[in-house]
């Protein structure tokens, strides 16, 4: 059977930039695609938020990887021209109980190493944003929108300049783990062996690794599907910074984004969901949407919510269960050199995928 050197499983955003790392450190890659394009699942149905690190639990995977993504993402998108801005967030408070939750996100953005939060009073507030509603807000000058899909398409312009190859229509079946090599099987029957086998295929990462052959079950983690729906709005964007309210379980709220053309959008909400092909917006959701956006926007008018797109979350925590963090798997837990596994790559796995290629460099070098 023909052999390579890497093969990265999944052409999402992370799976691209390892690959790109890995090509761009002399290493043969293969990226191997189901779908008959780069990013079409997690990487091209989110909100395209470029995020500070405000929010993860300190010394996680998620902050650290965050804000050096995001550092590393906006130096990327300067330099090779990709659309982004650094437009800014402001997370709001609309109630007293809301206002002592912003005291405590603030206080673990600085232990995140997070430095250019500003505490706005009502009235600051108000000034930068007359239609908002709210006690008190955290802005966030760090936090901005990118285009992820000319973001995607230079990174697949990176691996192929370096060498490497993406290939699409290209299913992973199984995988064999041996102490020298690695084999594959195709769903077309071809077979290949490679050095290093990267699964970055977000919301199959999972089921895929219960078919790596000498892998323990107990090292994969159940994946659950967060579906956030998402609704746009008719009519001129109200605000010019991004508007999240005080997080909820399971996400960041109910939230207003602005894409580089100048849309507003809100969301994604929370729902779990069995299947990855749940995609079509749930339309019912709506009336939640208005209640949640009128509590730091009240004119928001009826009828002016139109039902968007939807995405689903990879998440390795279900319902009512703790946060999870990042998980990049390598040799050191699974005791298989070459293989690194990368589950619950969810939120802020977009901000974070330049660092995260640079982390599984590491990975494998160790």
Excluded at 42 to 59: F, L, M
Excluded at 75 to 100: L, N, P, W
Excluded at 249 to 256: C, E, I
Aim: aromatic residues 6%; proline residues 4%.
């Amino acid at each position: 059977m023909d052999r390579v050197d890497c093969v990265v499983v999944g052409a999402g955003v992370v799976g691209l930039a390892v690959a790109r790392s890995l090509a761009l450190a002399g290493r043969e890659v293969l990226v191997l695609e189901t779908a008959g394009a780069i990013g079409t699942a997690t990487s091209s149905r989110n909100s395209e938020v470029i995020h500070a690190g405000i929010y993860y639990k300190p010394d996680s995977l998620k902050a650290h990887l965050c804000v050096l993504g995001n550092k590393m993402l906006y130096a990327y998108c300067e330099a090779r021209g990709i659309a982004h801005r650094r437009c800014g967030k402001m997370i709001v408070a609309t109630d007293s109980d809301q206002k002592a939750k912003l005291l405590n996100i603030e206080e673990a953005a600085k232990r995140n190493g997070i430095t250019d939060l500003v505490w706005l009073d009502r009235q600051t507030a108000l000034k930068l944003e007359p239609q908002l509603v709210c006690d008190a807000a955290l802005l966030s000058s760090s936090t901005g929108i990118v285009d992820s899909h000319a973001l995607m398409l230079s990174l697949q312009a990176d691996i192929e300049n370096a060498g490497g190859t993406v290939v699409l229509h290209s299913t992973l079946m199984q995988a064999k783990l041996e102490p020298n090599v690695i084999e594959l099987t195709m769903k077309d029957g071809t077979r290949l062996a490679c050095n290093v086998l990267v699964n970055a295929a977000g919301l199959t990462a999972s089921s895929l690794a219960r078919n790596f052959s000498g892998l323990g079950h107990e090292h994969i983690p159940t994946t659950f599907y967060a579906k956030g729906n998402y609704f746009a709005l008719s009519g001129k964007a109200p605000f010019t910074h991004l508007i999240y309210p005080v997080p909820e379980a399971g996400g960041l709220g109910v939230h207003l984004t602005i894409d580089l053309a100048g849309q507003a959008k809100f969301g994604p909400d929370v729902q779990w969901v069995d299947s990855v092909d749940d995609l079509v917006v749930d339309a019912e959701r709506g009336d939640a949407f208005y209640a949640e956006v009128r509590k730091y926007w009240p004119s928001l008018q009826d009828g002016a919510l139109m039902p968007a797109y939807a995405g689903i979350r990879p998440k390795i925590s279900g319902p009512n269960e703790p946060v999870s963090d990042f998980v990049i798997q390598g040799a050191n837990v699974h005791g298989h050199p070459g293989l690194v596994n990368l589950f619950g790559i969810e939120s802020p796995g977009l901000t974070s995928s330049l660092a995260i290629g640079e982390a599984v460099i590491q990975l494998l070098d160790n």
